[in-house]
């Protein structure tokens, strides 16, 4: 009887473990993922917290001093997000283009430092139907 109940107790104990390391874990990498335009509304209440941020990137805002960037991101509504970003940026990060970016708001600036800037891809790499038809002579 001692040995079935050295055995569950075992048992719990390593169910037990692995969940712990799991809500850990997974509460660690859990970033929350805002478009612009439902971010806005819910800025101050996320000072502090790490969050994505997806908009597009308003034409000219770009400003680049070496590896050091700042521009604005926007969605449907004329609201506008300041970024600023150190690091090497992705060949598609141009005006125009939709961006998520990784970082931390600070409403007293409002502005995001971004830790991690990706570019989505244009549509320019999507396939292209051949218009030609091919015959035979």
Do not use: W
């Not at 806005?40 to 917290?49: F, R, S, V």
């Not at 969050?51 to 770009?62: M, Q």
């Not at 409002?110 to 139907?129: I, N, R």
């Amino acid at each position: 009887m001692n040995s079935k109940l050295a055995i569950i107790a075992s048992i719990g104990a390593v169910i037990i473990a692995l969940g712990f390391l799991v809500y850990t874990g997974l509460s660690q990498n859990m970033v929350y993922y805002y478009h612009v335009d439902e971010f806005l509304p819910k800025a101050t209440a996320l000072q502090g917290e790490v969050i994505k941020l997806n908009g597009r990137v308003t034409d000219g805002s770009i400003q680049k001093n070496q590896m050091d960037y700042r521009f604005l991101i926007h969605g449907t509504k004329p609201d506008v997000i300041i970024v600023s970003y150190h690091g090497v940026v992705p060949d598609t990060f141009k005006d125009g283009c939709d961006v998520v970016v990784e970082g931390i708001y600070n409403p007293a600036t409002h502005e995001f430092q971004a830790t991690t800037l990706m570019a989505k891809c244009p549509t320019k790499y999507e396939s292209q139907t051949n218009d030609k038809q091919n015959t035979r002579m």
